[in-house]
């Protein structure tokens, strides 16, 4: 049979019908799909796909297991290096990164990496195939893991299995950071998805705190002083929002993404009353920014009950840094998009609600720092958005809250903590950071990356420790 220069579809909710839910709108392949889609990958004598992998998974060797229909020892191989692959094989943007170097995408479409690795990982959950046990020896070397979001949660991981007793700090009630308050339901589930995987790191002998918010309960130095860790690892990413500073902003009726997406998200509220979270979007909605974020957002809003959902975008949709696939079902779904389009003010009633979005139209001039095309306004092209809400999805910073209590820390200019590219490691000596604290918002898998990084440092920096005491 001749090769297919097609990647099998991945099977979706009609958009329609999942407008209205937050079902889980990707489905997953079934086994022969899978089978198929395998057997599509050429298996390279120079696989190029792994180097677009932050984790290093060995990807044709996992794709081979598929192929072959040993989905145990696909799952196996592709946690050899990633503690979370129902949650990559989901939210990755493997087309910038092991889909964009396979050899197969120059002819036709690339394999479908992370559908398969998402078929290999729903398949190991829904048969609870936990991973192997590691016990700690009872005098191992104690790690803290401030925050449990991607990098802190594979830090752990890897440092389980490596032997180490570790412990997460998690500042809300539910572990997960991002994956649980930030990525919506409909991408992401979560008692099917994220908790499940948490629940197989506790397994490994992970401890997690929550509710437990570093800086505050515990300063870094309390924990390798009097709480008796030997190192520390800083996970806690980029959560404080941005705003652009323009009238308005204060009025009932706006929202930071953050805000809007950890109610719904973490707190529930799209499932009020039942969860006592109520979350007001109006009629219409509009979403200020073109990242994944704005995506999640704009998707929300409407699944809330919004009758008409704005994206609004300085830049046009080439420049959207959104996903391709998030952007396509936002279309699919009936986001308007209003591009080369600028909010200058938010205008409220009465009562202080909001009421309409003052916009000026854009146009692009030439590129910028960030090498994409530095949008100028259009003198006199000003208008109005009537609307009842506005989300601002325009990027986080870091929480400040580890800096102010951790004399001797080095930050950078935006106040990212400084930290070793490939180590991550700090000026603080045992101390070490990675994902969006350090980076600034990233995505997903490039955290988890630095947290394996980071986990490969602090075992070497410990057996370095333990060998001058010996």
Request: aromatic content about 6%.
């Amino acid at each position: 049979m001749a090769l297919s220069l097609k990647k099998h579809p991945m099977p979706v909710q009609a958009p329609e019908v999942r407008a209205h839910n937050f079902e889980e709108v990707a489905l997953g392949y079934d086994e022969e799909t899978a089978v198929a889609e395998a057997e599509r990958c050429l298996h390279c004598k120079v696989p190029q796909c792994r180097k677009g992998c932050p984790v290093s998974v060995d990807i044709p060797a996992f794709i081979a297991k598929i192929k072959e229909r040993d989905y145990g020892g696909a799952i196996e191989k592709i946690k050899e290096t990633n503690s979370l692959p129902a949650v990559c094989g989901r939210v990755c943007p493997q087309e910038n990164q092991c889909e964009k170097y396979c050899i197969l995408g120059k002819k036709g479409e690339p394999v479908g990496i992370g559908r398969l690795e998402r078929f290999a990982a729903d398949r190991a959950l829904a048969k609870e195939m936990p991973d192997a046990p590691f016990a700690a020896a009872p005098d191992a070397q104690r790690v803290a893991v401030i925050g449990s979001g991607p990098s802190g949660l594979s830090c752990a991981g890897d440092l389980a299995k490596r032997g180490y007793k570790v412990t997460i700090f998690e500042a809300l009630h539910k572990a997960g950071g991002v994956l649980s308050y930030g990525i919506p339901e409909f991408r992401l589930p979560k008692d099917k998805v994220v908790q499940k995987e948490i629940e197989n790191l506790e397994k490994l002998g992970v401890t997690i705190e929550t509710d437990a918010v570093a800086g505050r309960l515990y300063t870094v130095d309390e924990l390798l002083g009097e709480e008796g860790f030997d190192a520390v690892f800083i996970g806690t990413g980029a959560g404080l929002p941005r705003f652009q500073n323009i009238p308005g902003e204060s009025l009932s009726g706006v929202y930071s993404a953050n805000e809007f997406l950890t109610r719904c998200n973490l707190m529930k509220a799209y499932r009020f009353p039942d969860y006592a979270t109520p979350l007001k979007v109006g009629k219409t909605a509009a979403i200020i920014g073109g990242g994944n974020v704005a995506m999640d957002a704009a998707r929300t809003a409407l699944r809330l009950g919004a009758e008409h959902v704005y994206i609004v975008y300085r830049r046009s949709e080439a420049e959207l840094p959104a996903r391709a696939e998030e952007v396509e079902h936002a279309k699919e779904e009936g986001i308007d998009f209003r591009l080369l389009t600028n909010p200058v003010a938010i205008e409220g009633d009465e009562n202080g609600w909001v009421k309409a979005m003052r916009c000026i139209r854009m146009e692009l001039g030439e590129p910028d720092a960030s090498g994409r095309r530095r949008p100028i306004p259009v003198e006199g092209s000003e208008f109005s958005l009537a609307v009842d809400t506005v989300i601002v999805a325009i990027g986080t910073g870091p929480n400040p809250i580890i800096a102010q209590t951790t004399p001797g820390l080095a930050l950078t200019k935006r106040g990212n903590i400084a930290a070793d590219e490939e180590t991550g490691a700090t000026s603080k000596p045992g101390v070490f950071a990675g994902g969006d604290i350090v980076t600034g918002a990233a995505t997903v898998i490039l955290a988890m990356g630095a947290g394996r990084k980071a986990a490969a440092a602090i075992d070497a920096y410990l057996k370095e420790k333990k060998a001058e005491r010996d």
